[in-house]
């Protein structure tokens, strides 16, 4: 069971826009910057977004975050095939003194 | 551009100890948190432990006892030592680099099979 729940699976057409849900408590998202990160099987994992809604260099502005409260999410718009992938959150969880991260969505670009 | 390579056997035998190194290059070692992530097989990401650029370590509550983490800085190379493991430790581990909070920068991982 993960500290931070998200939906195990989401799906979207192609050129479409999906939104994925990370949801933690008041010692985790709460009261600290959430990450995203996109893990293709068999790749190495790639930081997506970092303190809530940056992105690194080289990441298209058609991923987006932002947190509200004890939940944050994940936005990708102009859905391609290439973005099918496993998506996971991830925070500093001040209570267990842990990165802390989600269970996982695997994106399904129908 | 940093990169970082994990290096250490695929095969490990049930109560012996799991050593793995990762090799960073293009970037100093003496900055940066220094991370390592598991993901069992299908299942999710899982948080090791890091070890700071000066030598300090966090480690997962729930590994801590089995765990070390170790920064050599003359080689660039960070190590990690789990003990007594089971087949509950079969998993691909990561090797990263990034913040207190997130790891910007991730090795290719190395499949580990606990197994007799």
């Known amino acids: 069971q993960s500290v931070l729940t998200q939906p195990p699976s989401v799906s979207a057409a192609p050129g479409q826009k999906v939104t994925i849900s990370c949801s933690g408590s008041?010692?985790?998202?709460?009261?600290?910057?959430v990450s995203w990160y996109q893990h293709l099987p068999g790749t190495a994992p790639k930081l997506l977004i970092y303190?809530?809604?940056k992105r690194p260099s080289g990441i298209p502005d058609r991923f987006s975050g932002s947190k509200s409260g004890t939940s944050a999410t994940l936005g990708i718009t102009g859905l391609q095939t290439g973005d099918e992938a496993d998506y996971y959150c991830?925070?500093?969880?001040?209570?267990?003194?842990?990165?802390?991260f989600g269970g996982g969505t695997k994106l399904t670009v129908l | 551009q940093v990169q970082l390579q994990e290096s250490g056997p695929g095969l490990v035998k049930p109560a012996e100890t799991l050593s793995l190194t990762c090799t960073v290059s293009?970037?100093?070692?003496?900055?940066?948190?220094w991370y390592w992530i598991r993901q069992p097989p299908g299942k999710g990401l899982e948080w090791i432990g890091y070890?700071?650029?000066?030598?300090?370590?966090d480690y997962n509550p729930s590994l801590k006892s089995r765990l070390t983490i170790s920064l050599d800085t003359s080689k660039s190379q960070f190590s990690l030592r789990l003990s007594s493991v089971t087949a509950a430790d079969t998993a691909v581990y990561y090797c990263?680099?990034?913040?207190?909070?997130?790891?910007?920068?991730w090795g290719q991982g190395n499949l580990v099979t606990v197994s007799s």
């Open positions: 990263g680099r990034g913040d207190y909070d997130r790891v910007d920068t």
């Open positions: 293009g970037g100093s070692i003496s900055s940066s948190y």
């Open positions: 070890i700071y650029f000066r030598g300090g370590t």
């Open positions: 008041s010692s985790n998202i709460g009261n600290n910057y």
């Open positions: 303190d809530n809604n």
């Open positions: 991830g925070t500093w969880d001040s209570r267990l003194t842990a990165v802390v």
